[in-house]
């Protein structure tokens, strides 16, 4: 099975965990994975292929034009910002759940950070708005298999089968350059493609297995760690505040009654 993964990066600040991106994905066994990385500052490996970019508004948005030009060459896509680790079992549960899924379905992941304590929080699940509910839906019954949904879709990245991608195409303005979007909403080139997003294509529904082993497997690393760990997001937010807003994993399967 192939795959092609298009990385989105800026500068260097972030090459540390963009290599560790590309080892976890060169260490694939059961897959064959190709790599564009597309940046500013190009990278000194031989087993990508570099895309470089002179003074762009951003890269995150380039991915597109790869994945329309080859949606006919590779079974599954993968969008990925240059600090998110995906594991292989993330991949192999996408393509467990590929065929019993609706085409306008995908499996959704939860971007998580570790803390010394090695509790693991789930930093786009956000606890502590009145009146606000991170769960959007539970107990989605699809085939006789249980999914939840959340409010906020975001995660970074996208794993699309072959087929769910030219659905995204054929349904949606997918091809965009970005050039409307500014720097502070870069967010949407992921979880655009999301139906629970506030912008963008809308055009797949984000959907996570209902059970504890399954949500293990839909956990993505943040690799910088700086939400949750010094120095913080900002002076206005260090990580003890931004902790205590937040959900962990026991707190979401507890929520879920799975624990």
Known sequence: MRILISIAT???????????VIDEYKSFKKYETDIIVHGTDPLNRDDIRFISHENPRNTVFFHRSDFVKNQNNYDYFIFTEDDILIKEETIDLCVNRENKIPINHVI???????????N??????????????YIRERNININQDIYFSVTNPHQSCYVLSQQKLKYAIENSNYEVNGAEFSADILETASSGIFTDWYMGIGVLKKIIP?????????????????HCNAPGINANTPPEVFRNCISNIDQLLSNLDLK
């Open 108 to 118: 959704g992941f939860l971007r998580f950070e570790n803390t010394p304590e090695n």
């Open 120 to 133: 693991r929080y789930l930093i786009d699940l956000w606890t502590d708005i009145p009146g606000y509910s």
């Open 10 to 20: 800026f500068g260097v600040k972030n090459q540390q965990y963009l290599n560790k």
């Open 210 to 226: 209902m059970s504890k082993n399954d949500i293990e497997n839909c956990l993505i690393e943040h690799l910088p760690g700086n």
